[in-house]
Structures are given as C-alpha cells and as structure tokens.
C-alpha cells in the first residue's frame, strides 16, 4: 500500500523532464496558397471569369468613360491584389490585375472591356420587298401596304434591326400575317427588350402601270398613264424623280381608275426622270416607278402654220410647216387630230395619222398622209408629235366637203427669172397667200416649202390680180404654184420653169 502511493509523484516527475528535454523551436504554420480573383464587377456590370486563362471580360456598354473605372473586386481570403479593388484603371487598354496569395506566390489576369449593344430596334420592316411605315404616334407600330394579289397567309418578312440584336419570331420564313403579327427585339447584352407590332395591308384593286402616252416630253406637256389605279383621285399622286433622288409632284388634269393625264411642271431642267405613280393609304405609300426613264427636252417640233385649216380630205393635202420636225427614232412624222368637241372629255376621238418630213431651206414640212380618216364637218386640234415629244401650239383644221375654193385662171409668165414679178389671174385671190411647191422628177409628188413674200392684189374688171416676185431656192427650177384663200386651197397651178 505504500509503495502504490511512492510510485504515482515519481510517474509524474519523470514525463515533465521528458517533454522539457526536446526541441525549443514553435510549431511551423503552413499559409495559404490562395490567389484567384473570385468576383469582378462594376456598377450595371458582373465581369466573366475564365479561371483556366486567367482572363475576366466585362461589359461596358453603358459605362459613360472607360478610362476612369471602379471596378469591384473580391479575391481569396489573405490574398492581396494589384490594382486594389475600386482604384481606377483606364479599360483603353487590357488591365494586368496581379494577385498575391499569402504564401507569396503570384498570379496574372487579364481584365478586358466589351462593348455589346444595348439598341433594340426595328429600323426597317420589308415584306415582299415593300418597306413599312411606321406608325407617327406610335414607333412600334409598323403597317406594311402589300400587292392586291399577296397571299396574306403565307408572307415572308425582312427587317434591318439594331446590330448585335436578335428578333423573335425569326425572320426570313413563312408567316401568316392574316392578323398583326408582334416582334420581340432583344438588345445584344439581353438587357432591353421593345416589342413591335407589324400590320399587313393589302391594296384594295390590282395597281399597276400598263402603258405611258410617251417617254419623250418637254416642260408643260401633258402626259397620259394607262393602268389600274384608285377609285379617288386623292388617294393618287404622280412625281418625276430627277437623278438626285429629288421628286417634284405633276399636277393631274384628268383622272378615272384606270386612266391619268397629269403636266410636267413648267420649270423642270432638262434631263432625264423616273415617273412615279403612288397610291396613299392614310399615312401609307405604295408607289410603282414606270420602267423606262421620262426623258425631258427643250427641243420640241414648233409649227409655223399650216397649208390649209379648211380642207376636204378627198381631192386636198394638207401641209404642216415649222422646225425640229425631222425624226430621229421613227420613220415618219405622227400628226395628232383630237376632235375639239370632245377634247374635254376623257376617251376625246384621237386620230394618229403620219406624214413624210421634208427639208428646205431652214424650213422642215410635213406632208401628212391618211386624212380621209377624218371625220367630215368636224373640227380638229391638230398637234405634230416627233419622236414622241409633241408641238409646243396647236392649229385648227375644219374637215368640211366641197368647200368654196379660189381659182387660178392663168400665171402671167411660166418661163420667169428669179425676181421677176408673176402675176395670177382668178377668183378669190384677195388676201391669199401664195405657196410654190417643186416638181419633183416630174411626178406627182410636190414640196411646198413656203409662201411667197412682196405679194400684192389688185380687182380689174371683176378678175383678182395677185402679183408676186419669183424667187431662188438652191438648185430647184421647176415649181408648180397653189393659193390659199381663208384657209381653202386652190388647185395646183401649171408648171413654172426658171430661167
């Protein structure tokens, strides 16, 4: 029992000298290795972290200046970082962040800005190559105007949106647009979102252009379109649009739904033009641009006068002076006769008839062929249309049967000089005007090339003398002569022969 006791204190004492007797040295503390960046952002911003790079992208759309940035930053526990957290940094450039772990040891990311865009828009809305109007009141309502025809069910639409956005539904694949169809935009860093509406309209008739009067006009002419066009006039307007894209509005004189005479404006240059035709609905443009340019000129067929205003197409000719008469696309001449009773009236009795074009002196004449298509005791405007651009004045022709005619009874020299005076002799001649016209080879077929000037009259005895001086044209020397007498022609005289 004693000895129990003795051996405990012993036990004691002998393990207190042994841990006193080793090492001196603290135990040693392992730190941390740690050295990631684990968040970086900056206000509206989170940055992406690829930890296997070591990179961080952030976007910075909407920073209002990148080279003054706060980024926030958050990193391992007894970790330090190079540039800290919220000091400035300039994202010109890619920005090395340093981070040190506890232990010393280092790693490099690299932080840099993108710029995604933060637009969502519809900026044009296309469905079978027709643009969209947008709405005045409302920028995402879009109303597209489509062909009467246009199978609505089956529509394939386009659009330009902003860049980097997407748009849902898809674009570029059948849709049915029998009822609005809306369109979600999503801005490229998903942020915004705008939802449009887009309507689709159908032209209420089959709008199209089939013919033009002419290509070829001069400033003041008119012009008449052929086609299918709108009930009411004021759903309808016409432009010609010069090479600059600038249009100017033509006034319409005339108007049915199928059938617009319009005036080019008085003070258009010279050169060439789009005709555009357009169809308003509300706010709504469909227009159609006529497929050959309108060429503008200021060389237009004048006529001086005309070699009779009364004739009877059976025995008469009828001779058309003036200047530009000469074709340069056709082969003849076109002389327009629009009956001037109905000249008012759309759908006005219109004959075209042709004419062959001479030369002379500075002079052009036409010899117009086909009047026995004229109607009898009818009066006509007569027009001279070359190449398609038509005279700038108009004469009055009658048409009448049988009209009182004057008389050339004989010629007081058939063998003159030239300036020789030759006097007619006849019934009616006062205040006639004399025209020559050359025989040419003999034949038939004359010339008139101009009324003979220094004319004078005189009655003797009941007999008109009309007296005149011969002239010299060029090479020519023989001429048959005719007079006419308010208007009404003679019969051609004999043959005159030149010395």
Known sequence: MHYKTLFLPLLALLTLHISCSGDDKDPEIIKSSEKKILKYSVIGSTGVINESDKTITIDLSSYPDITEVRPYIEISDKATISPASEDLVDFSNPVKYTVTAE?????????????????????????????????????????????????????????????????????GVETDFTNPVEYVVTSENKEFKKTYTVQVVQVPFDFRIDSISTTKVRAAQILDIIGTFAEKE???????????????????????????????????PVGEYDLKVSYYNSYIEEAIIYPEKIELTDVYPTVSFVSTSRLDPATDDLFIVGEN??????????????????????????FYLKGTVYRSGDKDIIRVEGLNQLEESKSYNCTVIIDGVISKNVDIIDIRKNPTRPQILSISNTNPAVGETVTLTGKRLGSAIVFYAQVVDGSNMYLPVMYLGDQSWQLINGIDHLSFRMPKFGNVTKYKLKVTYYSVESEFSEVITLK
């Open 103 to 171: 232990d010393g040891s280092k790693q490099v990311y690299t932080a840099t800005a993108q710029f995604f865009h933060t637009d969502c828009f519809i900026n044009k809305f296309f469905i079978l190559g027709r643009e969209g109007t947008f709405s005045f009141n409302d920028r995402t309502k879009i109303t597209v105007l489509v062909p009467h025809q246009a199978d609505l069910t089956r529509l394939i639409p386009d659009a330009e949106i902003s860049e980097g956005a997407t748009i849902h539904p898809s674009l």
């Open 234 to 268: 004021e759903s309808m307007n016409v432009f010609l649009i010069d090479g600059n894209g600038k249009e100017t509005k033509c006034s319409i004189w005339k108007y049915t739904p199928s059938f617009i005479r319009m005036t080019v404006d008085k003070d258009l």
């Open 325 to 350: 008469f000469t074709p340069q696309k056709e082969t003849k001449a076109t002389i327009r006769f629009t009956d001037r009773d109905e000249m008012m009236e759309l759908g006005a009795k219109t």
